[in-house]
């Protein structure tokens, strides 16, 4: 017969298991080093999660440089709670959406713009983060050669951390990431007619 002790007993085991597991995980993960990190996909969450690393990484005590590719809108609410903090270099040098701004060359141009600043960001030791935001679409037009992207991120400051967000992200730049995460979009509230709400999507 199946008893709560039974099965009290079951879930100790399974648990005592688990956390030889986890812990031989733990154990075996030794090196320290900057990673990269590529969040993709159609779902919600790929920005914010990476102002979420910054909010972490200030809260330890590291410089950040942000580099956002695309201009969305304009003073969303990370710009304006980010650029109250004197480590956080924030900077929004994208053109705008394709579709609002009609015009490759100045795309184009601006996000040639963008990438010369983030270069330089990723020659900063200074810098322990680097977030590239949006910067995906400027492979997806072709505003920026995928292979100077990625020696610039190897050549990087051995312990800077790089976070890229946007859809689409080429396979070479996956290859080239140490964490991958594509978020899934199972539904969003602008498709039932929703505007974009501050404090959620700005
Ligand atoms: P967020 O900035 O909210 O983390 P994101 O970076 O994952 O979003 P982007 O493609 O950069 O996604 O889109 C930015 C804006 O578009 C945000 O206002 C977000 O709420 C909205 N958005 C994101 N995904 C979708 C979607 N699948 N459908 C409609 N709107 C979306
Ligand atoms: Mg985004």
Do not use: C
């Not at 590529?38 to 440089?65: D, E, P, W």
């Not at 942000?66 to 053109?95: D, I, M, N, Y």
Request: charge should be neutral; proline fraction near 2%; avoid cysteine.
């Amino acid at each position: 017969m199946n008893t709560i002790a039974d099965r009290d007993e079951r879930h100790a085991r399974a648990m005592a298991r688990k956390k030889q597991v986890v812990d031989s995980a733990i154990a075996a993960a030794t090196e320290d080093r900057g990673v990269i990190v590529v969040l993709t996909g159609n779902g919600k969450g790929k920005s914010t999660s990476a102002f979420g690393m910054v909010a972490r990484a200030v809260g330890h005590g590291l410089k950040v440089g942000v580099v956002q590719f695309v201009k969305s809108r304009e003073g969303t609410g990370e710009e304006r709670f980010f650029t109250r903090h004197p480590e956080v270099q924030w900077h929004v040098l994208g053109a705008g959406f394709t579709w609002e701004t009609q015009n490759r060359d100045r795309d184009a141009a601006a996000a040639r713009h963008a990438w010369a600043v983030a270069r330089e960001m990723l020659q900063d030791p200074g810098l322990g983060l680097v977030v590239l935001d949006e910067m995906t679409y400027a492979f997806l037009y072709d505003w920026l050669e995928i292979d100077d992207v990625v020696a610039a991120l190897e050549n990087r400051p051995r312990r800077q951390h790089v976070v890229i967000t946007g859809r689409h992200a080429p396979n070479r730049l996956r290859e080239a990431a140490d964490t991958v995460a594509e978020i899934n979009d199972v539904k969003h509230a602008f498709r039932a007619g929703i505007r974009a709400q501050r404090g959620i999507d700005l």
